[in-house]
Every structure is written in C-alpha cells, then in structure tokens.
C-alpha cells in the first residue's frame, strides 16, 4: 500500500455540497483539505447531467459562498423575461472547474483525488483510485466530511425502477439528445422535474403532444418560479404568504390549494390534487407547454414494460410500434433519516434551512471554522429534510425557520449569511429601509407565529417550547 496521505479534512464527494463547505471552511480557517470522489473532477451529478437541463432556481444560488455562478443578471429576453438567469449544466460545470482549479488547487491548501473510490475500513480511509487500482491511505488530523448524505440519484447513473423485456427500447433521458433513430411516440416515465424538462424539449425539437404519452404516477406540486428569486422583497413576500396560507390551512392538501390561490404553487391538471411535492420551480411558460400533453397515465408506477404493453399497479397499457421509453423515474433528492451534522465518527452535510443545498453547506463550513463544540455547532444547526408530500413540505418549513432563527441569532453567523450571495434570505444593509421591503416584512411579521404553529401540526412537528 502507498504511504499515507495526511490531511485535515477528508471531504468524500466533491459535488455542489462538498464544493460550497470547503469553500467556506478554508475562507475562515487555516486548514488543509482533501477532497475525494469517483467522478474525475468536481461538479458532481452535473457531470452526468443530460445536456440540455439548466438550474431550476437563480444562478445566484447555486455554488460556492466566495464565488458567484453566473452574472447576477435577469433575463431580458425570452419567456423568462424578468427572472433571473438560471444556469445551463455546461455552465455550472465549468464553473466548478474553475472554483477547483483556479481558487482551491492553486492555493495549496485544497487537493482533490478524483476518479477515486473512498472507504472506511475500522478506523482507516482509505481511498482507491478507478484508474490505477492503488489505495492510499489517508490520515485525518480533524474531521471526515461526509459530502454524499444528500447526494441525488439521477436517471445516468441509476437503472430504470421497473423490468424491461428484451424487444422493448428504454433510455435515460440523457439519450434523448444522441439518438441515433426516430422513435414515433415517446413514453416519459416519471412525474419530477427530469420529466417536465423531457416533455418540453420534445415539444421544442418539434415532437407534436400525440407523439407524447406521460406516465404520471403522481402528479406533482411546483413552485412558481418567479416567487423564488434573489430579491429580498419577493423573498419576504414568499415567506409571508405560506405563514398566511399556513395559519387558516384544515389540512396539507389546503395549505397547497390556498398556495395555488396565493400564485404561489402550480399544478398541472386542477382537477387532480397533487399528492407529491419536491417542489421544484416551474416556469408559468413551462406550465403551459406541459398542459398540451393529452396522453397522461395515471396508473401507478410502470412495473414491466415489454414491446406491446406498459404494465402499471393499476392496469395496462397498449404502447404504439416503435416507440422510445424514457427513463426520468430516478427519484432525484434522497430521503435518508434526518442525523445530527456533527457526531463523533464524521460530519454528515445535510440542509439546515429549507432547501438551498449549496447554502446549508456553506453554512456549515463556517460553523465549522468558527465554533468549537460540537454540541453548540449541533444546536445551532440542526438538520433539515427534503420534502415529498404536502406533509413533509410543511414539516421542513417548519424545521427550517426554526433553525435560520437560531442560527440567525448569533450576530457573526447573520452577518456572514447576509453577505452570502447563496442565502436566499439576505437583505442588503443598505436596502432594510426600502419601503417595498418594510411592507412586507410587516406582512411576514403578521401571520408568522401562527403560521409556523400551524406548519408545525401539519407536518406533525413539535416546536421547541
Ligand atoms: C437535474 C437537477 C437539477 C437541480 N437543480 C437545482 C437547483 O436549481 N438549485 C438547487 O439548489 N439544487 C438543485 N438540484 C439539487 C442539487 O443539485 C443537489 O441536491 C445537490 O446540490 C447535489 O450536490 P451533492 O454534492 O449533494 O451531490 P452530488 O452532486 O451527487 O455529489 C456527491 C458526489 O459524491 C461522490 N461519491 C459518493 N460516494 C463516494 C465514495 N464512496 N467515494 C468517492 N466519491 C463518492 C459522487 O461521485 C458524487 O460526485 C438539482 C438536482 C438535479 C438532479
């Protein structure tokens, strides 16, 4: 075996949360970081993106604390006019490149192992690189960083959820965009943010809705773009109309349909009532083009699929000659139990605040840098959950502001995540007076204890006494 590596932080995986708490660890501490991770380079899932996929919120939220993806620009072309600009994977992609190369490796203090699996063994790292087969082990003089707790499962890397007979023809929506022959009707399985960006880049290559079938085994809840965007006033407004939805909501079903009556949540088809919500954005243009789609199946999930027939929970369904199956039923964000972030084996990166990968790790490199107990780092940021049902989206809501009001009452952490571009939340110093901003955190201010209250019992959540 090759002599050890010594490090201080070993970071297993090297994706956007791997990327955003090393970024702010090394900003606030004089430490010595590896990373590792199977992929070759940093970027993680992006780097097997299908190629036409883009953010689905603001590039100003995404990457790392000291480094902003994209311009900061809102669009002003395109049916997007007014949002800000979303990054395309290309993009994000070569942005990590840059962050790795050009800001991490060149300052000494960050290397990357890449193309290498890691793996404890008793209480040895040892990492073993895909190319060459040798291990090396690592010797951490501090923390092991577990970067891959939320790591999303996506249709490149994950096989097709159900079994698929000889004659039949199933590619992962990366396929899409290199196929070699014209299939004449596409089958999109999956009801999530990959199937939506299926549908609308066959609609925009040309394919007409008939050619289209989508296999919806729910049908899913989203967010209306335009209230998720890097200004303090649509944030304030956002987060004053769920505490409002919340306070008078019988039940997580109403919650969401006072949300779609506030313009904040969307749905497909309104006489269905969505029973998934991951909540991604939608753009209301988006909406449109997917409520052409005539041929929805709504019988469960797809179990066999062969040539002639799609074999659903509930039925069966004929499937036309020639016809291409799309893989997009990865189930994407992962739901592993909810652990502390700093327990005495590693720390397990996880979202802290509602949603915002990339900020809650942010926030936990600087926690890191700047507290020296593990309990009070514990206590400050406790971990969230992603969402999949009205119940669980109120439950994280609830978590979360509970959580951004602990943190946010340590002066230094407030003003650090005032200034991080990443934190959805921030209001600039110089724009607190602002009239429109003040209006609205009255609005906020108005329902917020009962709201959260009542998020709190719809997501069967006891909040702190
Ligand atoms: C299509 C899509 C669009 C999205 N859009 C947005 C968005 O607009 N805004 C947003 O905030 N979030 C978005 N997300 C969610 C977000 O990207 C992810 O939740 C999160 O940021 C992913 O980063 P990660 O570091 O957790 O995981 P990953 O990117 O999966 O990185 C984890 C890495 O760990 C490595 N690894 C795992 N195990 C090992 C091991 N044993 N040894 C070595 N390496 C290992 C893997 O190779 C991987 O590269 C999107 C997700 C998807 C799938």
Not at 5 to 13: K, R, S
Not at 71 to 85: A, I
């Given at each position: 075996m090759a002599r050890p590596?010594?490090?201080?932080?070993?970071?297993?995986?090297a994706g956007a949360m791997g990327m955003a708490f090393t970024d702010a660890l090394v900003d606030h501490a004089d430490v010595h970081v590896t990373l590792v991770d199977r992929r070759h380079a940093a970027g993680g899932h992006w780097l097997?993106?299908?190629?036409?996929?883009?953010?689905?919120?603001?590039?100003?939220?995404?990457?790392?604390?000291?480094?902003?993806?994209?311009?900061?620009?809102?669009?002003?072309?395109?049916?997007?006019?007014?949002?800000?600009?979303?990054?395309?994977?290309?993009?994000?992609?070569?942005?990590?490149?840059?962050?790795?190369?050009?800001?991490?490796?060149?300052?000494?203090?960050?290397?990357?192992?890449?193309?290498?699996e890691y793996r404890a063994d008793g209480a040895s790292h040892l990492v073993t690189s895909l190319v060459s087969g040798e291990t090396v082990p690592v010797s951490?003089?501090?923390?092991?960083v577990d970067a891959t707790h939320l790591s999303p499962t996506i249709p490149a890397t994950t096989p097709a959820p159900f079994h698929v007979a000889d004659d039949v023809r199933v590619a992962p929506i990366n396929d899409l965009a290199r196929l070699t022959w014209t299939p004449r009707h596409y089958v999109v399985v999956g009801s999530g943010k990959t199937a939506t960006d299926g549908i609308i880049w066959l609609l925009a290559q040309g394919v007409p809705q008939d050619r289209i079938t989508w296999v919806r085994p729910r049908d899913p809840w989203m967010l209306d773009r335009a209230t998720v965007q890097p200004d303090p006033v649509v944030a304030l407004d956002l987060a004053a109309k769920i505490m409002a939805a919340a306070a008078s909501a019988g039940s997580a079903d109403d919650l969401f349909l006072r949300?779609?009556?506030?313009?904040?949540?969307?749905?497909?088809?309104?006489?269905?009532?969505?029973?998934?919500?991951?909540?991604?954005?939608?753009?209301?243009?988006?909406?449109?083009?997917?409520?052409?789609?005539?041929?929805?199946?709504?019988?469960?999930?797809?179990?066999?699929?062969?040539?002639?027939?799609?074999?659903?929970?509930?039925?069966?369904?004929?499937?036309p000659p020639s016809s291409l199956v799309v893989h997009c039923a990865a189930s994407g964000l992962?739901?592993?139990?909810?652990?502390?972030?700093?327990?005495?084996?590693?720390?397990?990166?996880?979202?802290?605040?509602?949603?915002f990968p990339c900020f809650n790790a942010a926030l936990t490199g600087y926690?890191?840098?700047?507290?020296?107990?593990?309990?009070?780092?514990?206590?400050?940021?406790?971990?969230?959950?992603?969402?999949?049902?009205?119940?669980?989206?109120?439950?994280?809501?609830?978590?979360?502001?509970?959580?951004?009001?602990?943190?946010?009452?340590?002066?230094?952490i407030a003003a650090w995540a005032n200034g991080c571009a990443l934190n959805p939340s921030r209001i600039e110093p110089s724009r607190r007076d602002a009239p429109a901003i003040r209006a609205a955190a009255a609005r906020l201010s108005e329902h917020l204890e009962r709201g959260l209250a009542r998020l709190a019992e719809l997501g069967d959540e006891p909040l702190p006494a």
């Open positions: 590596l010594e490090t201080d932080y070993l970071v297993i995986g097997d993106a299908y190629p036409f996929v883009q953010l689905h919120q603001a590039s100003l939220f995404y990457g790392v604390a000291s480094t902003v993806l994209g311009t900061g620009m809102v669009q002003s072309t395109g049916p997007e006019r007014g949002l800000q600009h979303r990054a395309r994977v290309s993009e994000i992609c070569a942005y990590f490149d840059h962050v790795l190369h050009d800001r991490f490796l060149r300052s000494g203090r960050v290397a990357l192992l890449g193309g290498s951490v003089r501090r923390r092991v949300l779609e009556t506030s313009a904040v949540m969307l749905r497909i088809d309104r006489s269905v009532v969505p029973t998934m919500a991951k909540a991604p954005t939608l753009g209301a243009w988006e909406l449109e083009r997917l409520r052409t789609i005539e041929h929805v199946v709504r019988l469960g999930h797809v179990k066999h699929v062969t040539a002639r027939e799609l074999v659903l929970d509930r039925g069966v369904v004929a499937l992962r739901y592993p139990p909810m652990v502390p972030i700093w327990s005495p084996d590693k720390l397990r990166l996880q979202t802290i605040r509602a949603g926690v890191e840098a700047t507290r020296d107990d593990d309990r009070e780092r514990n206590r400050l940021c406790p971990p969230c959950e992603y969402p999949d049902s009205p119940a669980s989206w109120a439950r994280m809501h609830a978590r979360g502001a509970i959580a951004t009001r602990t943190f946010g009452a340590e002066p230094d």
